[in-house]
């Protein structure tokens, strides 16, 4: 009987503090400025592919907290060589570096541009590289990705 209540307080208190956490994310969101379909791609076409790169597939994200589009590519070029055109087309572009993360597996920038997010992570592959770019919209605050 004592087990029972203990299990079902338990229970509760995970269940509650999953309550807070969402509810905390979803009252603090900036709901402000959320961009229409046509906004999104204008962001997304904003992020150009490395030359010599190949669209394998492209995604439509609708999420409570954000909105976004994501392209999977593959490469020929080093994860260096598609981490500097990136650098590059963010400094052309007057991208602002939000955060980054380098590794000998892995790089990863988000940048901001406004009130959209593009998030770059390069991960090697045989013979080239496999990116992840995607253009988001974030109405967290505390998310890495929220910009304005």
Known sequence: ??????????????????????????????????????????????????????????????????????????SRLSEGEVGRYYVDLAEKSGWELRKGFESKRNFRRVFCSGKFAYDIEVLPREGGTRIRAGSYWFADKGDDRFCR
């Open 1 to 74: 009987m004592v087990n029972k209540l203990i299990v079902r307080s338990l229970a509760f208190l995970i269940v509650a503090s999953a309550f807070f956490v969402v509810g905390k994310s979803l009252f603090q969101a900036d709901w402000e400025s959320r961009p229409t379909n046509k906004e999104l791609k204008g962001a997304s076409d904003a992020l150009i592919l490395p030359p010599d790169s190949i669209l394998t597939s492209e995604d439509q994200l609708s999420r409570l907290t954000y909105v976004g589009s994501v392209k999977n590519v593959e």
